[in-house]
Each structure stands twice: as C-alpha cells, then as structure tokens.
C-alpha cells in the first residue's frame, strides 16, 4: 500500500483527532492508506474475507453480549435509541453528527479528491470511501467515474413507464416508477433464479448496485425535464464527474451549481441504518429482495413528510414567511411567526432531529457554501435569522430535545439561488444522494451474509401483563 498525498498531510488529520481511543486512530490509519489499483471490486475482492473473518469472531466470542436495555418507550417510540442494525458504512453521534467510516464531513472535505482545487468532495470518492473504508486517489476516483458513466445507459421501457404516469404525479412517484422499470435488467435476480451459491451474493449485487447508482440520476433529470421544462431532456456528458453531469442534465451548467450538487450529494449520501429510508433498503435487501426492489422501497420511505420530504416543506415555509411578511422582516417579527406556526399545531421545518443533540454539520457545511458562494441572498438571510430566532423558541416550548437546524433547513435555500426552485422535487435530489448510502450497504449486507431482518413484536395487552408482572416481581 502507499499513502495518499503525504505523510504530513496524514500527520496534520491525525493530530487533530489525537485525543481520540487508540482504536479510533488505528481505522483512521486504515482509512489514510491507499491501493495504487483502480478496480473497485477488485479492492473489495481483498476485502471482504477479512470483514466476514471478523464478523464471525464477533459473533463467535461476543455473540451474547447485551448491548442494553430495552424499554415499553423504545417499543411504542419508533424504536428509538434501540441498538438493533449492523451498518458499516457510517455512523451517527448525537453531538458530533454523521462519520463516512469515520471520517467527518469536514475530514471528508479535507482529503476526497475534488473536481478543482479546495473544492468539493467528488461523490464518487465518497462512493469509494462507503464500500472499502479507504481514501481514494484521484486516479481511483477518475477510474469509478468512467464506469459508472459507461453503466449509464437507461433502456427505454423506462421512459415509457414513467410517461405512462400523468405529468402531475408527485415527482417522488415518477422516480421510484423509473428505478422499478429498472429492475427488468437485475443482475442478482438472474444469478438467483440460475442457482448462485450464497458465497457469491455480493457480485450480482454489486453489479447490480453500481448499475443503479449509475442511472438514477438520469432518471432523475427525466422526471424533472418532464414535469417542468416541457419534456425536453438533456443528453448526459460523459466528460463530466457524477455531481456535475446530474447538474448539466436537469439543465444547469453554472460551475457554482455544479459544485453545489457535488456536495449536496455527498452530504446527503448517507445517515447511518437506523432512518426510514436506510432501514428500509436494508429490511427489504434482507429477504433477498434485488438493490433496485430495495431501493425503490426506500424512495417511497423517503418520500414521507417526516423524512426526505421536509426539504421541500423547508423552502414552502421560508416562502410563506417572505409572502406574508416581507424579505427584511426583523428578529421580532420571525419570532413572531414561529410562535404562530407552533401554536396552529405544526412544526418549523428544518429544526429537530431523531438523534443528532446539536446543529447538524450537513446545515454548517451548507452554510459555509452559502457563505462563501451567495452571503448576499435574501433567502440566505432569512435562514441565518432563523438560525438565531428558532433555536430558543423551540427551547422555550420545552417540548423539544434538539431545538438546532438540520440538513433540511438549508438546502432548499441553495437549490433556490441557483434556479432550481421547483420545491417539490427537492426530495428526488435526495433519493439520487441516498443510492450512494444505500447501495454500498446493500453491497455488504450480502457479502457477510446478513440475516432476513426479523424483530418481535408485542400487543398492548401483553405490554401491560409483562410490565405488570414486573411490577410485582419487584415488590
């Protein structure tokens, strides 16, 4: 193995996380090495029996370790705070927020290749990053860009399914439409029905996952030329890097624009296993269902208003606020507003998360964008003023645990500047981000012979005789 870029740029990233554990340090010496070759499934080749060695250690040595306790609240709460899914390729902390195999969104920003110097992460490295837990180079990062410009090519049995939709069907629908027709090409579903042995799952899949990461942003841009510039797609570029050619498709070539959907898709890429669209990908793939059934599931999870449909809601929200009160409302004024909203039984869109405890480093990676790219947008802003207004009424309420913005309450705001403003297919661009996340575990779930995902479940009546029983037990 060599190193990539320096030794010194290694020693400048590991000093800043010096404080860590030893065993933190040790992945991150891992993840600062490089193979000089270029074959993505040829480094997971050399991977993968190392990672199902280690997992039948864990389960053979710690199989019957507990990992806590769990609670009639975790049960009728969403099962929230239950540690319950292996997920390999990110974790999320309540106050430090998402790690790509342990690296931060800033640490990712900081050594992923980018298209131009000091500038976003390429999501093709990230792609790299998810599946082997490696810092690629920039040839490596080059090299999956080509192969998933050649896996690009969408049959047009989709088209047709798609347009068999009315032009008004939420884009959403379209979308998961278009990945459902895909499946007629499903590799894995072939090698099944042909007999493949188990051991050999995560090749099919693999296939499979990288042919979908591929498309969907070419079926992405079709639901969006069709619904609102008249039907008129946009060739793809095959010069272009992944985030940029899904820029020139829906028809926007600024460089900025570019540059935003590079990191819009790598911070959105993924969010740990434990969100409904992660965790459906997962539950479905558990049956052996193929990456394009599993995915197509997770996009109608997605699709949800408590999940990746608060993008739109986000920027719906801020507009309402400028409509009724003007750009150059004042503190006082948005205060107002949002004791308004809070009082007719909504919700601020964009504040609150199921587990983060802080400002979500997506919103502060995306405000620093802001910052540096558009300071003088008015919308821009209006979010910074929520960003001081929100936080201590939400607080105040007493009813909120974390009061901070999240992703949501920042990127429609971006999309919006750069000519985008069709709110309502916000969450399309999320589910193009999330097949990167979704796929990479999907690839892993079969690779280590995850098991059909199978939780019990209880009544109320038999929540009430056990906890009663418990009662007396104790007496």
């Known amino acids: 193995m060599v190193f990539f870029r ?3 740029a290694f020693t400048r990233l590991r000093s800043r996380v010096g404080q860590q554990s030893s065993l933190s340090n040790s992945v991150r010496w891992i993840q600062m090495q490089s193979s000089t070759d270029v074959d993505l499934k040829s480094q997971l080749q050399e991977l993968i029996p190392e990672q199902q060695d280690r997992l039948k250690k864990l389960k053979s040595e710690h199989g019957k370790v507990q990992l806590g306790n769990i609670t009639v609240d975790m049960v009728i709460g969403g099962m929230r705070g239950m540690t319950g899914l292996l ?3 990110s974790l999320l902390d309540p106050e430090e927020g998402i790690r790509f195999r342990g690296l931060s969104i800033p640490e990712c920003q900081k050594v992923l290749p980018a298209a131009q110097s000091g500038g976003e992460p390429l999501p093709e490295g990230l ?5 082997t837990g490696k810092v690629p180079s920039k040839e490596q990062v080059e090299a999956l860009s080509k192969d998933l410009a050649d896996r690009a090519a969408v049959p047009d049995y989709v088209y047709n399914a798609i347009d068999a939709l009315p032009s008004t069907a939420h884009p959403m629908t379209q979308f998961a439409s278009g990945v459902m027709a895909l499946q007629v090409q499903s590799e894995f579903q072939k090698a099944y029905e042909n007999g493949i042995h188990k051991s050999k799952f995560w090749e099919p899949t693999y296939e499979d996952c990288l042919n979908l990461i591929a498309r969907v942003p070419v079926v992405a841009a079709y639901v ?4 609102y510039k008249n039907g008129d797609s946009i060739p793809s570029d095959k010069s272009l890097d992944y985030g940029a050619n899904f820029s020139h498709m829906l028809g926007f070539d600024d460089d900025k624009m570019k ?3 590079r990191l819009y898709i790598t911070i959105h890429s993924d969010h740990e296993g434990g969100n409904v669209s992660a965790h459906t990908g997962h539950l479905v793939g558990s049956a052996l269902s193929d990456p394009y059934l599993s995915f197509a599931a997770a996009l109608n999870g997605l699709a949800g208003p408590l999940h990746g449909l608060a993008n ?3 920027l719906l929200w801020i507009k309402s606020v400028v409509e009724e009160c003007g750009e150059d409302i004042s503190k006082d004024q948005l205060k107002e507003y949002v004791w308004k909203t809070l009082n007719s039984g909504k919700v601020v869109p964009g504040y609150g998360h199921g587990v983060l405890r802080k400002t979500d480093p997506r ?3 995306q405000r620093e964008f802001a910052l540096k790219h558009l300071p003088d947008d008015p919308l821009f802003q209006l979010v910074s003023k929520l960003y001081e207004v929100v936080p201590p009424v939400l607080t105040e309420l007493g009813k909120v645990k974390n009061p901070w913005p999240n992703v949501d309450a920042h990127s429609g705001v971006l999309l919006n500047h750069y000519g985008l403003t069709e709110a ?7 589910g193009v981000s999330r097949s990167l996340g979704i796929c990479s575990q999907l690839i892993w779930d079969r690779a280590l012979g995850l098991a059909l995902e199978r939780p019990k479940s209880v009544t109320m009546d038999w929540l009430e005789a056990f906890c009663k029983k418990a009662k007396a037990s104790s007496a």
């Open 6 to 8: 320096s030794v010194s």
């Open 259 to 261: 540059e935003l959907m």
């Open 424 to 430: 309502r297919y916000y969450t399309v661009l999320f």
């Open 127 to 131: 792609l790299w990053l998810l599946l």
């Open 87 to 89: 997920w390999e390729t």
């Open 224 to 227: 969006y030329r069709r619904m």
């Open 363 to 365: 919103y502060v990676c």
């Open 312 to 314: 739109q809601e986000v």
